[in-house]
């Protein structure tokens, strides 16, 4: 009787340290992956989901107040925009707002995080858990801001190609997208802007 329930309690550890073996053996895999595999993974396509949750990420930053809060993405994408294998993260976002201030409609590019980048870097670690969360948050993501510009009026599409984003939106009469005298607002109907990025800047190409 002893000897069976032996060999039962050594069949039952063997199970449980293949079972762990399975679970550790992609992470494993991963930390073992040659440098030019991993170079090349960084080519790969990107899930719109990774895009979307790393502008979530980012938005944590701007400080909600009464008038203006709840910052969100209404758009996420990706393209190699400097054509150096990695791409960038293009996405627009938004926030609710009262009063009359101009609706934030922000076209943003982030870029990949550099070792020991000064952009996520809080300015006092420890002092605020949501700061360290949002600051650890947006190092998991890989990604950072690195330029905005506004979008006056409701966005149709964007697409990508080269250097270029397109936003195709449209213009209207009185909108809070674009308030006279804050911003050149386009006469009304559909336009497609294009810009051209470059580390730190977007600019109208069109």
């Known amino acids: 009787m002893y000897e069976r329930k032996h060999w039962q309690a050594i069949g039952l550890r063997a199970l449980v340290a293949a079972m762990a073996l399975t679970v550790a053996a992609p992470l494993l895999a991963q930390d073992a992956t040659p440098a030019d595999a991993k170079d090349e993974a960084k080519s790969e396509p990107m899930s719109y989901d990774k895009a979307r949750r790393a502008a979530e990420a980012s938005l944590r930053l701007h400080p909600g107040t009464d008038s203006q809060y709840d910052y969100r993405p209404l758009w996420a994408g990706n393209a190699d925009l400097d054509g150096d294998g990695r791409p960038e993260i293009v996405y627009l976002y938004t926030a609710t707002q009262t009063g009359n201030a101009m609706q934030l409609n922000e076209l943003v590019v982030m870029t990949p995080l550099a070792e020991g980048d000064a952009r996520v870097q809080a300015a006092s670690p420890g002092k605020s858990a949501y700061d360290d969360e949002t600051y650890a948050l947006i190092r998991a993501s890989g990604y950072a801001d690195d330029a905005a510009v506004h979008i006056p009026g409701d966005m149709e599409a ?36 294009v810009y051209r990025w470059t580390p730190g800047k977007l600019t109208r190409a069109d």
């Not at 911003?183 to 802007?193: I, K, L, M, S």
């Open 158 to 193: 964007i697409t990508m190609e080269g250097d270029r984003i397109r936003v195709t939106f449209n213009s209207t009469r009185n909108s809070k997208l674009c308030v006279r005298g804050k911003v050149t607002c386009p006469p009304e109907g559909q336009h497609a802007w």
